[in-house]
């Protein structure tokens, strides 16, 4: 008979939801498309939490009037009202003046923060972690702060993923029906009534608002379903195993609470504010991929719907099943991250991986500084030849070349230099194909002891798949180039000396035309050729 809650949910939000939208649309409350994140192409009102809030209300009184239609004997209203509905009320109200007035992320972190307080002081909050052994009742100094986290984090969750029709509400449904069974397994009558309400509330609303929406839920609607799920999973974990307690909710909110994560994360790696709105959610990165809108929200539903069936596997508590649901679920969010190609991501996971590299780009440092040191004895250009590549080789450079600008004598003994010009040598370990060139190349320029412009040395890789274990700054802060300029210099000063001014001034150019960069120690500037 408790089902019935759910067919007279349904009714009144479908009746509810049409009123609403229509009066909204004679009232001129309908909202136009005012930035690229929104996804419309014409004027839609942003009200439909008013009917889902209404519809709530309307099932609470009838509950309380008459219960035994609804299967019970008594129904306790004030338990519904004031410790789960007064709050929610609260966050309806803010949503209702955010989606007319605008209003500024911190107040509305603010507002969020005091109803989780009156619903941790309604005795609905996180009183204890029945993951730890011998489930130690937390204080309120520990047990509030992460009450108020996890409303936080659920409540704008659902408001972040609102951005295709009927998405978020499609993702609520399916957690809120995850509720029902836990409450149903924990017999506790209250949060299954309020979770039935509340599915049936969205399946009515999912009628108007499914693609192609007539109309949207809002921030009083999205934030309204985001509060009242935070506060059913808190509710119904009081009567349930401890693995239910913990895991459930966590799993089966897994597409919101991923998204939310991966935005706080996202903003957090570009260094951008954390509150602003940006076009990199999940729903958008689908959309760019060429996925059309109805297709993305079906795919994120059935996201939603695995995340759902994976809460359930935890029903019966045990550590296979909580490895197993996590192993799966980690392995899928990994995959999903990398289809995604979040920038940010794959920048960690390359800062990641030259963290765990460490042990080479020390070990190519401390070669680099070696050779610096080897160059002190140098005194002609095959033995600079042999020096270099022994250091630059293992660390994966395929080449070096050398600009000087007073020029090459013709009678000075190249080595295994290949001459490109009067100025201009290269030298790499493979032959390459010509010209002698590599896809990616590094230049710093010399300079003499006096002050004047030695030339420019430069090197290269042919090869940019595989990772380069080293800290390229070594190559100035080891005094690599300065061995470099001091042993350049003085293979110099041996060669025969040449009158021909215009040679020294052609040389100061590179064939290309391009004229060496004055020296710069700060940092290395990086010429990609090829």
Known sequence: MQFLVFIAALLLSAIFTRLVRDYANRHGWATPPASDRHIHTRPIPRVGGVAIFLTLWCIALLAHWVPEHFGMSEFPLTQLTVKILGPATIIFLLGLIDDFCQLSAYIKFSVQALAAVLLYGNGIGI????????????????????????VLWITNAFNLIDGLDGLAAGSALLSTLVSCVVAMLGHNEV???????????????????????????GDCGSLLIGFLISAIAIAGSHKSPTMVAV?????????PILDV????????????????????????????RGISHRQTVLLLYSVSACFCLFSLLLLNPGGAALAAVLVVVGIGVLIGVQQLKYHEFLELGRVASRTLNQRHAIANGISVRRTAES????????????????????????????????????EVDLGSFKMVSRSKVQYFWDQLPEPCDANWSLTFSLTKQNGKSLGGFTLYRKN??????????????????????????????????HGEEEISKKAAYEPSGK???????????VRTSG
């Open 127 to 150: 009183s204890q972690l029945t993951i730890l052994a011998g489930h130690p009742h937390l204080g309120w100094l520990v047990g509030l702060p992460l009450t108020i986290l996890w």
């Open 191 to 217: 949060v299954l009534i309020l979770t039935l309400a509340l599915a049936g509330a969205i399946t009515g609303f999912l009628r108007y608002n499914f693609n192609p929406a007539s109309i949207f839920l």
């Open 247 to 255: 895991a459930i909710p966590i799993v089966s909110l897994g597409l």
């Open 261 to 288: 994560t991966f935005a706080v994360l996202r903003r957090f790696l570009s260094y951008k504010r954390l509150f602003a709105p940006d076009r990199e959610h999940i729903h958008h990165k689908l959309l760019g």
């Open 375 to 410: 160059l002190e004895t140098c005194t002609s250009l095959p033995q600079f030849c042999q020096i270099l590549r022994e250091c630059l080789e293992p660390i994966g450079f395929d080449g070096f070349g050398l600009y000087l600008s007073t020029g090459l004598p013709a």
């Open 464 to 497: 940019t798949v595989s990772p380069l274990w080293m800290d390229l700054d070594a190559f100035t802060t080891t005094g690599f180039s300065n061995a470099v300029e001091a042993c350049v210099e003085n293979i110099q000063n041996d060669w025969p000396v």
């Open 515 to 525: 004229a060496i960069r004055p020296k710069f120690r700060q940092s290395i500037p």
